[in-house]
């Protein structure tokens, strides 16, 4: 179509109307002209928006060590053979509250709900990995509870014949949280052709270091608070050239001896296990209501704090 037809009718229009060049001219330079130059030099500025504050602790603060004193309960949903966190988690967060009290000894107790997620089983499973997995809706649950009473959830994973980093990289929806940590059981890793249970797994430095390094960098790229990620052992062999474990940024790196048996046997896996760590490892100790109490009395948390060094995180199983 041809716009020359239009022009006559547009002139007819403006003189009508009235138009004049000027304000036609005004009219395409107020059109092109940007909008921060349009505004009224008079208004008022418009504040920007302050930035979002970074993610803290349950109970405050960013560091975990050596600010807190960690109190765990572990469990699994419907599996009292495996902690104390099996049902009434209301009441469950109660009693570890009441527990954490106990260990107080000058610092801020932050109680941790450790939840295994992922179960190493003496049958293959469909994928012949030798491992369950509980179902996403159960650990938003416990991580409800857990935001409740403004404890940490720790998610436990023993991997039967799977990767430990493929399964932790599969809790990265719960792991981009402020207040979810980490622990692996390497007891129960095992190799080709080995069933858990049967025998003793490991792990390695170089294999820690890998799940340290992947943790240090969601906690970076979600400005989160210090990750808390736990290994677990029963004896030396568990871990292979521990000493190549190093420092992650943002990761709080403990070891937690699980020793069974006296209050003397006890102290002295503790000892053995403990001297000469890597630089940067914290330490924990675990006590069993069921096994344990075969030996003798459970120890109390005046004996647990008077171990050298202080545990930093008491677990309950």
């Known amino acids: 179509m041809n716009s020359r037809r239009f022009v006559p009718l547009a ?9 004049s060049d000027v304000e036609a001219d005004t009219a395409a330079v107020s059109a092109d002209r940007p909008a921060k130059q349009q505004a009224n030099p008079s208004a008022p500025a418009v504040p920007k928006p302050k930035p979002k504050p970074p993610a803290e602790l349950p109970r405050g603060g960013r560091r975990l060590f050596p600010d807190h004193q960690l109190v765990a309960f572990v469990g699994a949903p419907g599996a009292p053979a495996l902690g104390p966190l099996d049902s009434n988690l209301d009441e469950r967060a109660r009693r ?7 260990y107080r000894g000058g610092r801020k107790i932050l109680p941790v709900m450790e939840l295994i997620v992922v179960t190493a089983q003496g049958a293959p499973g469909r994928d012949g990995k030798y491992r369950s997995r509980i179902e996403p809706s159960e650990i938003d649950r416990y991580l409800a509870v857990a935001r409740k009473y403004k404890m940490l959830l720790m998610l436990d994973v023993q991997p039967g014949q799977a990767k430990p980093i493929d399964e932790v990289r599969r809790l ?17 890793e095992v190799g080709p052709g080995q069933v858990p249970g049967q025998v003793f797994g490991r792990t390695s430095g170089a294999e820690l270091n890998e799940i340290g390094a ?3 960098a969601l906690t970076i790229k979600h400005q989160l608070p210090e990750k808390l990620f736990v290994f677990h052992q029963l004896t030396s062999r568990i871990v292979a050239n521990e000493a190549t474990l190093r420092p992650h940024r943002g990761v709080a790196l403990v070891k937690s001896v699980d020793g069974i048996g006296t209050r003397g046997a006890k102290e002295a896996t503790y000892r053995g296990l403990v001297t000469k760590l890597p630089k940067g490892v914290h330490t924990a100790f675990k006590l069993f209501y069921v096994e344990d109490t075969r030996h003798g009395p459970l120890m109390t948390p005046a004996q647990v704090l008077a171990l050298r060094p202080r545990p930093e995180l008491v677990i309950y199983e």
């Not at 719960?174 to 980490?182: A, C, F, Y």
Request: hydrophobic content about 45%; aromatic content about 8%.
């Open 11 to 19: 002139l007819l229009v403006c003189l009508a109307v009235g138009c």
């Open 96 to 102: 570890l509250e009441k527990m954490g009290t106990s």
């Open 172 to 188: 990265e929806p719960w792991l981009r949280q402020p207040d979810v940590g980490l622990a692996v059981d390497p007891e129960w």
């Open 214 to 216: 992947y943790l240090s």
